[in-house]
């Protein structure tokens, strides 16, 4: 494939993801203007590289034909929580919007990934319109925390820099950072909850959220 092959080939991705940050966005707003509880604190996106799309084909043994069926995460959309089950509440949102199909949903914040990982996938088809007719693409929304998006790049950015070949003694160090971070979302949900708690008794009292409103102003599309 050539580059205008390439650009052709990506053009629906790119549409879909930039479609999914507004559509997630808008949602965010909705959620603060009606005053009511907004389990989405960012959304971003990517689409894949050209060389990250082929170094998975290569590193994985699919050929070029095959990429589109099973290279699922070329359109990703990220959205990053503030607490554990916000995850969950951002899942019900996803997995309940009618204009995708979900195919498989991948819980790494329950069952965390040998390196520590965590973060929920969810992998959807979602048709885009191109001037050929419909095209159905995979796209993979990743849900996480602040804390596990935190561990998530740090690992990710020290894997790409020295290309997985970091010792074994910092993996294992790694891992031990991602148990500490969970235990830290574990706490910061139970802090949430306690809130929670007292505010339905009546023993706190919300005031109107100025730092909310402030976002919310000045929060525009974000990517990566
Ligand atoms: P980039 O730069 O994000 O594109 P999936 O099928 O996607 O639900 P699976 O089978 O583990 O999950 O797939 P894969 O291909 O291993 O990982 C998909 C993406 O999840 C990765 O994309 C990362 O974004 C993230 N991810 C998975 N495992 C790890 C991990 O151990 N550490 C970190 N930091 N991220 C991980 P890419 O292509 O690696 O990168």
């Not at 879909?16 to 989405?40: M, T």
């Not at 290279?71 to 990053?80: N, S």
């Not at 919300?206 to 000045?218: D, F, G, H, I, Q």
Request: aromatic share 8%; charged share 30%; hydrophobic share 35%.
């Amino acid at each position: 494939m050539n580059s205008n092959d390439w650009q052709s080939f990506l053009l629906p991705y790119e549409l879909a993801v930039e479609g999914f940050i507004v559509k997630l966005e808008s949602i965010r707003k909705q959620y603060i203007l009606k005053g009511l509880y907004n389990p989405i604190e960012i959304v971003t996106g990517r689409v894949k590289t050209v060389d990250a799309i082929l170094q998975k084909a290569a590193r994985l043994e699919i050929d070029l034909k095959e990429i589109p069926e099973k290279i699922q995460d070329i359109a990703g959309v990220r959205i990053i929580c503030k607490y554990i089950d916000d995850v969950y509440l951002v899942q019900d949102l996803i997995t309940s919007r009618r204009d995708l199909k979900i195919i498989t949903i991948k819980d790494y914040v329950k069952k965390p990934k040998p390196s520590g990982y965590q973060s929920l996938h969810i992998i959807a088809q979602y048709v885009t319109e191109t001037i050929e007719g419909p095209n159905t693409i995979y796209i993979e929304f990743q849900v996480r925390t602040h804390v596990m998006h935190f561990w998530a790049s740090i690992e990710h950015s020290l894997n790409y820099k020295y290309d997985y070949q970091i010792p074994g003694t910092i993996k294992f160090r790694l891992l031990k950072a991602s148990q500490a971070a969970q235990k830290l979302d574990v706490e910061m949900t139970k802090i949430k909850k306690t809130i929670d708690k007292l505010e339905e008794k009546h023993e706190l009292k919300k005031v109107k959220n100025p730092l909310e409103e402030k976002e919310y102003k000045l929060n525009s599309v974000r990517k990566e």
